[in-house]
């Protein structure tokens, strides 16, 4: 069976909201992905922003744990987006974690359901 190549991020902005960001590929798996889905995320949220900002992540040195993204972290609070961010990394093997649960209930859905589209697909992550 064909299956439409796409990679998901899932991220949960607990109070607020569950938001998957679906990428044809267009950045590689790496830090490149994780800062674009952060902008992503607070640019929806602009004006309701915290000023500390809690961000808890998969423990990954390619896409999370990196100079990369602590040099962005450092550069939001430069610029006064937030007065600080606290990062806290996963640790491995964590499968009761709540992001987890989302991606889970989303798999089933895809066991039972074809989505050739990535209309379909969003409209069953939205499920």
């Not at 602009?46 to 040099?71: G, I, T």
């Not at 600080?84 to 996963?90: A, E, T």
Request: hydrophobic share 45%.
């Amino acid at each position: 069976m064909w299956r439409l190549r796409v990679r998901l991020v899932g991220v949960i902005v607990h109070g607020i909201g569950v938001y998957a960001f679906f990428d044809l590929f267009e950045y590689s798996h790496s830090t490149n992905l994780t800062l674009s889905v952060l902008l992503s995320v607070i640019y929806m949220l602009r004006e309701s922003l915290p000023d500390v900002f809690y961000l808890q992540m998969d423990n990954c040195a390619r896409e999370n744990k990196n100079r990369y993204l602590l040099a962005f972290m450092a550069y939001l609070v430069g610029k006064g987006v937030f007065r600080k961010i606290k990062v806290s990394f996963l640790m491995v093997g964590h499968t009761n974690e709540d992001i987890d649960q989302v991606f889970s209930k989303f798999s089933h859905w895809l066991c039972k359901h074809a989505a050739m589209t990535l209309e379909k697909l969003m409209e069953g992550f939205e499920k």
